[in-house]
């Protein structure tokens, strides 16, 4: 009668193990789905974002500022260059107002506009030592 309590028991636990070894593999199975489902979507190439360019600003009396201007301006006897707004130093330079013709001083004293890039390093590379 031993026995065949024994074998019931060895067959029980046989099929309990079973059963653990299954609903194992069940959500090992379903935890590896999910997380090759997400790192597909991480390294899936996203669309670009569609960014809409702000309009050229308009100041208030009038005058049109472009974000490529620039303003020349002095600042303790030397030329000083400005980004548009006139209040963000670009660069500072090593040319002196003294040494401009007086014309030239005249219009840095007021802000001397430069339309882009091209004309204030002509200008920096014509009056720069």
């Known amino acids: 009668m031993k026995t065949k309590y024994s074998i019931g028991f060895f067959a029980v636990m046989v099929i309990a193990l079973t059963l653990v070894i299954g609903a194992y593999q069940l959500s090992y199975r379903q935890a590896k789905e999910r997380l090759e489902t997400k790192t597909a979507e991480e390294t899936k190439p996203r669309e670009p974002a569609v960014t809409v360019q702000e309009p050229t600003a308009v100041a208030a ?27 963000t130093p670009y660069e500072y330079t090593d040319i002196k107002c003294d040494g401009l013709p007086s014309e030239m001083q ?10 882009d890039a091209k004309a204030l390093y002509g200008f920096l590379e014509n009056y720069s030592s």
Request: glycine letters at 10%; a negative charge; aromatic letters at 14%.
């Open 61 to 87: 009396d009038g005058q049109a500022l472009k974000d490529g201007c620039y303003y020349l301006m002095e600042v303790n006897g030397y030329v000083v260059v400005y980004m548009s707004d006139k209040k």
């Open 106 to 115: 005249e219009e840095i004293k007021n802000g001397k506009y430069m339309e």
